[in-house]
């Protein structure tokens, strides 16, 4: 009997470990992709200060990225794997269960999204009160 309920914890102990690894390496990726977004709109930005009618329109977005850095939150074991960014790395370290993690870096990549989105509206010009 001693057995079988042994077994049993380590099958379950296993079970949730690949479910914590698969939901840390999903937030891992997402992560990558959010620097891979922040690359392009700083790119943006800089082709889009060369029209001085959009210098607010940029200083607000450039606010928004601020304060999005300032939300980071790095994955643990994300800091090994992203060495070829240049942004700060000087994220929050935060205590949360694999899929609190996977959540919170979901939200943050869709804060980008939103931000590239306008940033693009206002490169075509449809969008003039970013």
Known sequence: MKTVLFISGVMLALSCSQKEDTSLKKAIAIQEESFSVLDNIQATIQSLRKNPALIDSIAKIEREIAKWENE???????????????????????????????????????????????????????????
Do not use: F, W
């Open 72 to 130: 980071m939150v790095d994955v643990p074991g994300y800091e090994s794997t992203h060495h070829q960014h240049k942004h700060s790395h000087s994220h929050k370290v935060v205590e949360l269960t694999p899929d609190q993690m996977l959540s919170v870096q979901q939200e943050l990549r869709q804060q980008l999204t939103d931000i590239q989105a306008r940033l693009k509206k206002l490169q075509t010009g449809y969008d003039k009160s970013i």
